[in-house]
């Protein structure tokens, strides 16, 4: 079971919202073959669960995270992701409700990308492949391959 | 439909078209906050000088219709959500 699900590239999203969990997860069912979405209630969560991998684990290709989250918000997990030199290079996206000057240059300063969250089907049904453009040519190839 | 974002209006917002007004609030909008009303979901969005409400059949995928008012009232539903640190930044 731990081998199969290896092969799976691993997208950890963050967001205390669960209808927002729920619409990304249904977004990334067609390319659920390929990719395991790891779901955190907030930042502690995201940086307990990655925290907590083992060097022979493979660390997620994508993290997503939302600004606004209780404990941890999503703003403070990246700068604590950035400082933990096995997650400094990972794609991480501020994804949130308000497309906020200041948070855009937040993220930009981090090295991170920024995505406000859709408003209605048509936008929705294209965020997937938006997050996956983050990634890396080589994890974009496995992702994208015989959906 | 393009729109000079500095003039709009809340009668401006009220005469545009559905894919201009999801627009204009994805690009412009500062959430506020969402609720469940009636078996339909609500979310807040503060646009310059008036507020958006938009309510979802299906959340961010179907919008059954939008409320939008230039009235602080329309925050009653939402004050326990709102954080007087984000408002300040505003």
């Given at each position: 079971m731990m081998e199969s699900m290896y092969k799976k590239n691993i997208i950890l999203y963050a967001d205390d919202d669960k209808d927002d969990q729920q619409l990304v997860q249904e977004a990334f069912e067609r390319y659920a073959s390929n990719v395991k979405i790891i779901l955190a209630d907030n930042g502690v969560e995201a940086l307990d669960y990655l925290n907590s991998l083992l060097p022979i684990e493979p660390a997620p290709c994508l993290i997503i995270l939302d600004?606004?989250?209780?404990?941890?918000?999503g703003k403070e997990a990246l700068v604590q992701i950035r400082k933990t030199e096995r997650f400094a290079h990972i794609p991480i996206i501020l994804f949130t409700t308000s497309s906020q000057p200041q948070d855009k240059m937040f993220a930009a300063k981090h090295k991170a990308g920024f995505i406000t969250k859709p408003i209605d089907g048509n936008q929705m049904r294209l965020i997937a492949d938006i997050f996956i453009d983050h990634c890396s040519d080589e994890i974009k190839r496995s992702i994208r391959v015989a959906q | 439909m393009s729109v000079n974002n500095n003039d709009v209006t809340i009668l401006t917002f009220e005469s545009l078209p559905y894919n201009s007004k999801t627009q204009l609030l994805y690009k412009e909008g500062i959430y506020v906050g969402k609720r469940e009303l009636n078996g339909l979901t609500a979310v807040l969005y503060q646009v310059h000088s008036f507020y958006v409400e938009i309510f979802f059949m299906q959340y961010r995928r179907q919008v059954k219709c939008f409320h939008v008012s230039e009235?602080?009232?329309?925050l009653n539903p939402y004050l326990d959500q709102i954080e007087v640190n984000e408002l300040i930044l505003v």
């Amino acid at each position: 079971m731990m081998e199969s699900m290896y092969k799976k590239n691993i997208i950890l999203y963050a967001d205390d919202d669960k209808d927002d969990q729920q619409l990304v997860q249904e977004a990334f069912e067609r390319y659920a073959s390929n990719v395991k979405i790891i779901l955190a209630d907030n930042g502690v969560e995201a940086l307990d669960y990655l925290n907590s991998l083992l060097p022979i684990e493979p660390a997620p290709c994508l993290i997503i995270l939302d600004i606004n989250m209780p404990r941890v918000d999503g703003k403070e997990a990246l700068v604590q992701i950035r400082k933990t030199e096995r997650f400094a290079h990972i794609p991480i996206i501020l994804f949130t409700t308000s497309s906020q000057p200041q948070d855009k240059m937040f993220a930009a300063k981090h090295k991170a990308g920024f995505i406000t969250k859709p408003i209605d089907g048509n936008q929705m049904r294209l965020i997937a492949d938006i997050f996956i453009d983050h990634c890396s040519d080589e994890i974009k190839r496995s992702i994208r391959v015989a959906q | 439909m393009s729109v000079n974002n500095n003039d709009v209006t809340i009668l401006t917002f009220e005469s545009l078209p559905y894919n201009s007004k999801t627009q204009l609030l994805y690009k412009e909008g500062i959430y506020v906050g969402k609720r469940e009303l009636n078996g339909l979901t609500a979310v807040l969005y503060q646009v310059h000088s008036f507020y958006v409400e938009i309510f979802f059949m299906q959340y961010r995928r179907q919008v059954k219709c939008f409320h939008v008012s230039e009235s602080t009232h329309i925050l009653n539903p939402y004050l326990d959500q709102i954080e007087v640190n984000e408002l300040i930044l505003v």
